[in-house]
């Protein structure tokens, strides 16, 4: 426990600093606007992909649907941004968007979790299917035309804040207890069984963190591009997110930061290609899937603990 | 008496894997269960932990009936298993595989001298506490399932097949392994085709063939029977 504090003091001091280096590199003028709505992208999509990371590289389920959880926390913000213009607004609509996504994922994981690869793929690609649809019908949400006039509230510090948040809460869930018992589930279904995990429930909590932190995300989108419609949570997203994951290295964390970022710049260069650049992209993707297809990291991670480890270790070698 | 199977029968479909099985286990005793592939030896195993439910019969535990409680009260209730093939957690570190063992123990205290018991069991699991399990050799994980059951501080500890694919110098280990467990106090089922090494360490055993009980006596009754020699141990 106190170990753990000392962790995520550390984590949270780089955290700060990046900030600060972050601010400083805008200030005197190497990161211009046009750098900071990437980095703003970059940040969403790393909200994003880091939930389903959880839910696939660390709990082993295959989800197609995290768009639709994202368009939940879209347009839950959204419509209370919209009577309430300020971050006060921002926060309870993030929590909102978070709540009801985890509500609805608790509902459709339950019986969906149940199956297995190929099945739930195509289950959870029909619930998002299913959340289009109804936010294409309902009144509230505008219909096909969705939401337009949304305040921006997403500015890069909120972002960025957040980006914090929800990697330190899934980072810290999957080193507890409650994490192992999720990778037990994702390495042997039956042995963790027999250790006594519930290993459903183990999955749908996975499953539930996972679409709260697309709520994040999809909030956050929606707060910063502005207006929003059904057709930007096709399968498409949620396919673009699987790519981030799947690029950096299912069950990395390190992997999808750095994913989202290689991404998210190399969209930014490709922007001046334009018919071109979807070309380009694939193409890139093609030859990394080709040559690192295990992802960029594979399932190497960044931790503070092996730093402190070998710094300790180094430390006593000295000594001696 | 810490454990009573009364003429269990188990389905799988239209197929009756176990037909009518009845033994016992007494407090601190080592049981073995011999009999050949198909026999139902596996089947009965899950059956008793929980993750298969009977078709018919009564499995009790400490007094109380268990055969419709689900694996997890059955696991806290102290029986833990070390199951056919090992299953190890590949992607975990060996640690992390100990702690899953011990996932249901409410007293936290006593774990780290346990996991400390463990190593001294296992040293080799110590060395390599933290690389992924998947990169120990087979003997290695043999012991890791092991160790894994025994975190779990389990009253009785079910075994199927501890000795598959081991070189006899491991073999002879594990063996011994299960021996000193029994020492601690721990009731130990076995499950074995390695019929010799289970029966000279056994203090009763029980012959299976295709799901019924043919012979029951002491562990070395069973070695000295004519039927079973020819039967199970080459004689
Ligand atoms: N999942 C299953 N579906 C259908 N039949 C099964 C299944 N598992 C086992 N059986 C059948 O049940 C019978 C008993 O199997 P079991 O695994 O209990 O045998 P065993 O005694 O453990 O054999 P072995 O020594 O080879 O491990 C066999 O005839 C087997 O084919
Ligand atoms: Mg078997």
Known sequence: MKKNLKYNLTWLAIMVVGYVVINLLEFVGVIDQFGENTMVLIGINIILATGLNLIIGFSGQF?????????IGAYVCALITSSISTPMGMAIGMIAGAAVSALVALIVGIPTLRLDGDYLAIATMGVA???????????????????????????WPVVYLMVCVTTLIIVNFIHSRDGRAVMSVRENEIASESMGVNTTKWKVLAFVIGAATA???????ANYIQTIAPTDFGIMESINILIIVVLGGIGSITGTFVAAAVLGLLDMILQNFG???????????????????????GTWEFSVRNLFNRFTKSKQKGDA | MLLEVEDLSVNYGVIQ?????????NEGEIVSLIGANGAGKTTILKTISGLMKPSGG?????????????????????????PEGRRIFA??????????????????????????????????????????????????????????????????????????????????????????????GTTVLLIEQNASKALAIADRGYVLATGNILMTGTGQELLANEDVQKAYLGG
Do not use: C, W
């Not at chain 1, 109804?134 to 997403?154: D, E, F, H, S, V």
């Not at chain 1, 018919?275 to 990291?297: D, N, Q, W």
């Open chain 2, 58 to 82: 009564k499995i009790v535990y400490e007094g109380h009936e268990i055969q419709k409680q689900k694996s997890q009260k059955i696991v806290a209730g102290g029986i833990s298993q070390v």
């Open chain 1, 215 to 221: 709520a994040i995300g999809g909030a956050l989108h």
């Open chain 2, 17 to 25: 894997a176990v037909k009518g099985v009845s033994f016992k286990v």
């Open chain 1, 275 to 297: 018919t071109l650049r979807m070309v380009l992209y694939s193409l890139a993707l093609i030859l990394l899937m080709v040559f690192k297809p295990s992802g960029l990291l």
């Open chain 1, 63 to 71: 989800s197609l649907g995290h768009a639709g959880f994202m368009a």
């Open chain 1, 129 to 155: 299917e299913i959340i289009r649809i109804i936010l294409n019908n309902l009144k509230i949400t505008n219909g096909p035309a969705g939401l337009y006039n949304i305040p921006l509230l997403a500015t």
């Open chain 2, 91 to 184: 992607g975990l570190t060996v640690l992390e595989n100990l702690q899953m063992g011990a996932f249901l123990r409410k007293d936290r205290d006593g774990l780290k001298k346990d996991y400390q018991e463990v190593f001294e069991r296992f040293p080799v699991l110590r060395e390599r506490k933290n690389q992924d399990a998947a990169t120990l050799s087979g003997g290695e994980q043999q012991m890791l399932a092991m160790g894994r059951a025994l975190t779990a501080k389990p009253k009785l500890l079910l075994m199927d097949e501890p000795s598959m694919g081991l070189a006899p110098i491991f073999i002879n280990e594990i063996f011994d392994i299960i021996q000193a467990i029994k020492q601690q």
